[in-house]
């Protein structure tokens, strides 16, 4: 009978260190889990942030490209031309909606 105790204690007592390893491992899962969800949006904010530089880059380039390329001036009436057929098309947008609303 005392070795059925000694093995029953045995055994209760690896139980419990199991328990509490099980305890710990979920706890450590729990806070990765939390880290992995923080990374994961930390890299999806610095991606849309590279494309927002990357674009503001291309639009640099290009700005700079155009000034090297011809006058100033010039660059200046083609922007003030392309402000008046963006606003022009917003017109003829804005009637056709008009028409089609009736």
Not at 6 to 23: A, G, N, P
Request: hydrophobic share 35%.
């Amino acid at each position: 009978m005392a070795a059925f105790l000694t093995l029953y204690h045995q055994i209760e007592t690896k139980l419990f260190k199991i328990k509490q390893i099980v305890e710990e491992k979920t706890e450590e899962n729990k806070t990765l889990k939390k880290n992995l969800t923080t990374a994961l949006d930390k890299i999806e904010y610095l991606e849309n942030e590279n494309r927002l530089l990357c674009d503001k880059n291309k639009i640099l380039t290009i700005t700079k490209t155009a000034l090297y390329k011809e006058d100033k001036k010039q660059t200046e009436k083609k922007i003030e031309k392309l402000v008046r057929d963006i606003d022009h098309c917003m017109e003829l947008l804005n009637s056709m909606q008009w028409k089609t609303d009736l």
